[in-house]
T-cell receptor, first 111, second 113 residues
């Protein structure tokens, strides 16, 4: 796998939208994922997008994929304090064992 | 409710000790993984196994070994623990036929003193 980069920290006010960004380098990625890690817990798969899609919406979550720029984003609408967590993007470039995770973005939601 | 269970939440070991981290899954998954998580570095794959007794090195296998004698259990072994192995260790499992499912354990925070 190649590098998957994310900004380390994001702070938003409750009720605002959050946008977490990720850049990846492997153009052969098949799936791209967003995981959430709450304090003291393991990772939970939030959503994923197949590489031939541009957008996927799932309730408050919107995933945008720009394959040309190798850019993935996760938008959380109406951010709540329960959304405070670390968010990891990950790319699958050939079967699940070949998954590279980003560095993680810590989202802080201010009441 | 699907589960990946790691045997310990917190461990403190001395330099040079042999350390075993255990992981059990109840979903009959073929694939199991061990990652370490460090601030600013994300998750890095140590080893994975795609079947009983089968294993492959990940990105950072040095200083570690693994054992998978039964499908549901995947053990990570630190042959001689060192302080630079202080980290959070995460186990995960996934089915071999679905690339959109993966489940993680709650993690083991290992401190080597």
């Amino acid at each position: 796998g190649e590098d998957v980069e994310q900004s380390l920290f994001l702070s938003v006010r409750e009720g605002d939208s959050s946008v977490i960004n990720c850049t990846y380098t492997d153009s052969s990625s098949t799936y791209l994922y967003w995981y959430k890690q709450e304090p003291g817990a393991g990772l939970q798969l939030l959503t994923y997008i197949f590489s031939n899609m541009d957008m996927k919406q799932d309730q408050r979550l919107t995933v945008l994929l720009n394959k040309k720029d190798k850019h993935l984003s996760l938008r959380i609408a109406d951010t709540q304090t329960g959304d405070s967590a670390i968010y990891f993007c990950a790319e699958n470039y050939g079967g699940y064992q070949k998954v590279t995770f980003g560095t993680g973005t810590k989202l802080q939601v201010i009441p | 409710d699907v589960k990946v269970t790691q045997s310990s939440r917190y461990l403190v070991k001395r330099t040079g000790e042999k350390v075993f981290l255990e992981c059990v899954q109840d979903m009959d998954h073929e694939n199991m993984f061990w990652y370490r998580q460090d601030p600013g570095l994300g998750l890095r794959l140590i080893y994975f196994s795609y079947d009983v007794k089968m294993k492959e090195k990940g990105d950072i296998p040095e200083g570690y070994s693994v054992s998978r004698e039964k499908k549901e259990r995947f053990s990570l072994i630190l042959e001689s623990a060192s302080t630079n192995q202080t980290s959070m260790y995460l186990c995960a499992s996934s089915p071999s036929d679905r690339e959109t499912e993966a489940f993680f354990g709650q993690g083991t925070r290992l401190t080597v003193v």
